[in-house]
């Protein structure tokens, strides 16, 4: 990740810029920021924080560039899908500070020591990974559900016909018809509510299914989402416990070996 979006001119421009505005200005450039607010915004201040992180840090140029293009990638791997995947992106930045910590050519460089790696891993869960919800939802399309039913084997509805309608020229007809014919009508009219009787079970029973599917439904998809916030729930606290157990055992320990050791606990 050296130098990767992040050149030693570009640093340069960097170190020179002391406000703020001025450095979102530099890292819009350089990182060719171009969508929307508020996502412009909220990217921008992830950027200017880390290089501020920097700064008071004492990170050399090499450093910054590297740390930069970690969170650029810990960022785009949260963003490529809507679903949870917060410990997918731990590990990743925990994977790719491993590789800029440990001297391995051509695999790995060390451009940080282990305390700088605990103090880098300790940044990016207080300040990313705290807010990984927000971030999701800022960057990240909204999945919504569209459920359609399809019933098999249910009698469809009668849809009306020409035939049904009457003209006019039949109405005068029929008012000029005998008094028997008339009564023939009548009873007829009388009989038809009656026919039609045996129709109104299947609709009647065909609402009942619906609202009883959607009903199952409904409780159904409050399950799971109660599940999900569960997960998200256990998740995050892994990995506050994880990050607690990092700092403890990472004191008076300076070397390699306690850095692939911390790497080790947080996997």
């Given at each position: 990740?050296?130098?990767?979006?992040?050149?030693?001119?570009?640093?340069?421009?960097?170190?020179?810029?002391?406000?703020?505005?001025?450095?979102?200005?530099?890292l819009?450039?350089?990182?060719?920021?171009?969508?929307?607010?508020?996502?412009?915004?909220?990217?921008?201040?992830?950027?200017?924080?880390?290089?501020?992180?920097?700064?008071?840090?004492?990170?050399?140029?090499?450093?910054?560039?590297?740390?930069?293009?970690?969170?650029?990638?810990?960022?785009?791997?949260?963003?490529?899908?809507?679903?949870?995947?917060?410990?997918?992106?731990?590990?990743?930045?925990?994977?790719?500070?491993l590789?800029?910590?440990?001297?391995?050519?051509?695999?790995?460089?060390?451009?940080?020591?282990?305390?700088?790696v605990?103090?880098?891993?300790?940044?990016?869960?207080?300040?990313?990974?705290?807010?990984?919800?927000?971030?999701?939802?800022?960057?990240?399309?909204?999945?919504?559900?569209?459920?359609?039913?399809?019933?098999?084997?249910?009698?469809?509805?009668?849809?009306?016909?020409?035939?049904?309608?009457?003209?006019?020229?039949?109405?005068?007809v029929?008012?000029?018809?005998?008094?028997?014919?008339?009564?023939?009508?009548?009873?007829?009219?009388?009989?038809?509510?009656?026919?039609?009787?045996?129709?109104?079970?299947?609709?009647?029973?065909?609402?009942?299914?619906?609202?009883m599917?959607?009903?199952?439904?409904?409780e159904?998809?409050?399950?799971?989402?109660?599940?999900?916030?569960?997960?998200?729930?256990?998740?995050?606290?892994?990995?506050?416990?994880?990050?607690?157990?990092?700092?403890?055992?990472?004191?008076?320990?300076?070397?390699?070996?306690?850095?692939?050791?911390?790497?080790?606990?947080?996997?």
């Amino acid at each position: 990740m050296l130098w990767a979006d992040v050149s030693y001119n570009d640093m340069e421009e960097i170190d020179q810029m002391q406000s703020v505005p001025d450095l979102e200005s530099a890292l819009c450039n350089i990182f060719r920021v171009d969508v929307p607010e508020p996502r412009r915004g909220v990217l921008l201040e992830l950027y200017v924080q880390t290089v501020l992180f920097c700064r008071r840090s004492s990170f050399n140029r090499e450093q910054t560039s590297a740390l930069l293009s970690v969170v650029k990638c810990v960022h785009q791997a949260n963003i490529e899908t809507s679903l949870n995947n917060m410990e997918q992106c731990f590990q990743y930045c925990s994977d790719l500070l491993l590789c800029h910590s440990v001297r391995r050519p051509p695999f790995s460089i060390n451009i940080f020591n282990s305390e700088e790696v605990t103090q880098i891993l300790k940044y990016i869960h207080t300040t990313y990974i705290r807010h990984y919800n927000l971030y999701k939802y800022i960057f990240t399309p909204q999945v919504r559900l569209d459920l359609s039913l399809t019933y098999y084997g249910m009698p469809e509805e009668d849809e009306p016909t020409t035939e049904d309608a009457v003209s006019p020229e039949v109405e005068k007809v029929m008012e000029n018809e005998s008094g028997a014919e008339e009564e023939r009508d009548m009873s007829a009219e009388a009989q038809e509510p009656q026919a039609r009787c045996p129709d109104a079970a299947p609709l009647d029973s065909r609402s009942e299914l619906k609202a009883m599917i959607q009903q199952v439904v409904g409780e159904e998809m409050m399950r799971v989402s109660v599940q999900l916030d569960q997960r998200l729930k256990e998740s995050t606290d892994q990995l506050n416990n994880a990050l607690t157990s990092l700092q403890f055992s990472s004191k008076g320990k300076n070397d390699a070996v306690s850095l692939y050791f911390l790497v080790f606990v947080l996997i």
